[in-house]
């Protein structure tokens, strides 16, 4: 098997747990380069915890994380994100009371100059261009969003994992949110996003799963079959 052959992401049989209390049943998911890939499931499913078994966060008690075909299971977070793993948590992680422009210099120590990380930026993203003096805190939650994406591109990922992408934004900007994520996977970046409530992903998604109360209850494409079906899902899924 070639590295070109294995999804670059793969999540086998993971196992999480939180002071003992297992919360992730044996996972499988696997996200190829260029594929968007929808992680979705009600409060408490587990998604963030498969995020952070991804990004080496939160190592899986059992089970393996495979990238590009290699295990790098239990390794460190810093590593795997010099590897290309990038994660944009829930709630963004963008610095308040920093101005756009300091957010995204913060990003040097990925190894990328000032200069290109700022050129890399603002040429995705204009409207940041537009603020970079601007405290991050004060714009909008859609440009906030658009802030935090622009500091993990600024990394160059080869694996983006994106939680929630769409928390309280509008529709209309999660729209325009979701197709720059699909024009950073035709760029052959493999993106896994995570969200609860699915319709603007199933948009731009490759490949769908649902994960109710750790475990992946269904997995495919995500058509219009899927949409009818999450509730009962969720429904089917006492907390
Ligand atoms: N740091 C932690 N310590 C203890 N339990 C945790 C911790 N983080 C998550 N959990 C528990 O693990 C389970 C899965 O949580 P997780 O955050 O992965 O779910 P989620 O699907 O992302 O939910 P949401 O849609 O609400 O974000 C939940 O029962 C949660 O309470
Ligand atoms: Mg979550």
């Given at each position: 098997m070639t590295v070109n052959d294995s999804p670059l992401l793969e999540l086998r049989g993971v196992r999480a747990a939180y002071h003992g209390i297992t919360v992730l049943h044996g996972v499988d998911l696997t996200v190829a380069a260029g594929q968007?890939?929808?992680?979705l499931g009600p409060n408490g499913a587990g998604k963030t915890t498969v995020l952070?078994?991804?990004?080496?966060?939160?190592?899986?008690?059992?089970?393996?994380l495979l990238m590009g075909g290699r295990d790098v299971t239990g390794i460190r977070p810093g590593r795997l994100a010099r590897a290309g793993v990038c994660l944009i948590?829930?709630?963004?992680?963008?610095?308040?009371n920093l101005s756009v422009r300091d957010n995204l210099l913060m990003m040097t120590f990925c190894g990328r100059g000032r200069e290109e990380i700022e050129e890399t930026a603002y040429d995705r993203f204009p409207v940041l261009a537009?603020?970079?003096?601007?405290?991050?805190?004060?714009?909008s939650g859609g440009e906030q969003q658009m802030l935090a994406l622009a500091r993990g591109l600024v990394t160059d990922p080869a694996v983006l994992l994106l939680d929630e992408?769409?928390?309280?934004?509008?529709?209309?900007?999660?729209?325009?949110?979701?197709?720059?994520?699909?024009?950073?996977?035709?760029?052959?970046?493999?993106?896994?996003?995570?969200?609860?409530?699915?319709?603007?992903?199933?948009?731009?998604?490759?490949?769908?799963?649902?994960?109710?109360?750790g475990r992946i209850q269904w997995q495919g494409h995500p058509d219009s079959s899927l949409q009818a079906e999450l509730s009962s899902y969720y429904l089917g899924s006492p907390t």
């Open positions: 968007v890939v929808a992680l952070k078994a991804a990004a080496g966060l939160h190592p899986p008690s059992a089970g393996q948590p829930e709630g963004r992680g963008v610095f308040p537009a603020r970079r003096t601007q405290q991050a805190g004060t714009l992408l769409s928390m309280g934004l509008a529709p209309l900007v999660v729209a325009e949110l979701y197709e720059l994520v699909a024009e950073i996977a035709r760029q052959g970046v493999a993106v896994l996003v995570v969200e609860q409530f699915a319709a603007a992903v199933l948009k731009i998604a490759d490949h769908a799963a649902v994960l109710v109360r």
